[in-house]
């Protein structure tokens, strides 16, 4: 079945670091490819998302390329503020349905010192 | 402010006590989920909705019952409730193929 992995947390940076969090997937058929983040207290948003092979989604800086190749979608981010500390959830999106079922990864928890 | 609203926030709960959970969205969206996120677990799927009036079971039903009251409405309900049931759980919606939307949660404590 579907599946996602993300790298183990949590990750500690210095602010103006570079940030990359790692995920991969398997998968049947196409599916769609997400980044939520979970702030402290609060529920998931949808930080960015990509729908098809080599497509590029883009957010707040953060930054994920659909590689179908290497069936991964990592997070990258040139430059992390504290502002950034959250938990980062890797997702898949299955088929074309409307209700398709989103499934997530552990997360990953990011803490950036001053 | 358009989203999705769950009730309580909080709860304490006695083993064997029943409750209901309470979703509700005004975004127009067919779907709507409930999750419960537990450390080093991730979110894990309970109950979903595809359109009013259809409910069918995710990964981790036992213990629950959800109800889709209407399009906006989707209640989530333990009839006896389990100290595995403390978690926190997620009401979401989403709109066709793009991303859920997700309300704040309801952290529930079974004691």
């Known amino acids: 079945g579907n599946s996602v992995t993300q790298m183990e947390g949590p990750v500690t940076l210095s602010e103006e670091a570079f940030l990359t969090i790692n995920c991969t997937y398997t998968?049947?058929?196409?599916?769609?490819l997400f980044w939520y983040v979970q702030y402290p207290g609060e529920g998931l948003q949808l930080l960015l998302k990509a729908t098809k092979a080599d497509d590029k989604g883009s957010n707040k800086g953060f930054e994920a390329t659909y590689r179908k190749e290497t069936t991964s979608f990592h997070l990258e981010k040139g430059s992390v503020q504290v502002s950034d500390s959250a938990v980062y959830f890797c997702a898949l999106g299955g088929g074309s349905a409307s209700y398709d079922k989103v499934i997530f990864g552990p997360g990953t928890s990011l803490s950036v010192i001053p | 402010n358009a989203g999705v609203t769950q009730t309580p926030k909080f709860q304490v709960l006695k083993t064997g006590q029943s409750m209901t959970l309470q979703c509700a969205q005004d975004?127009?969206?067919?779907?709507m989920y409930w999750y419960r996120q537990d450390p080093g677990m991730g979110l894990r799927l309970i109950y979903y909705s595809a359109s009013e009036g259809t409910t069918d079971k995710g990964e981790v039903p036992n213990g629950y019952n959800v109800s889709r009251l209407n399009k906006r409405e989707f209640s989530l309900r333990l009839e006896s409730a389990a100290p595995s049931q403390t978690s926190v759980y997620f009401c979401?919606?989403?709109?066709?193929?793009?991303?859920?939307?997700f309300g704040s949660g309801t952290r529930l404590t079974v004691v």
């Open positions: 998968a049947t058929g196409y599916p769609s």
């Open positions: 979401a919606s989403k709109p066709g193929l793009s991303g859920y939307t």
């Open positions: 975004m127009n969206h067919n779907s």
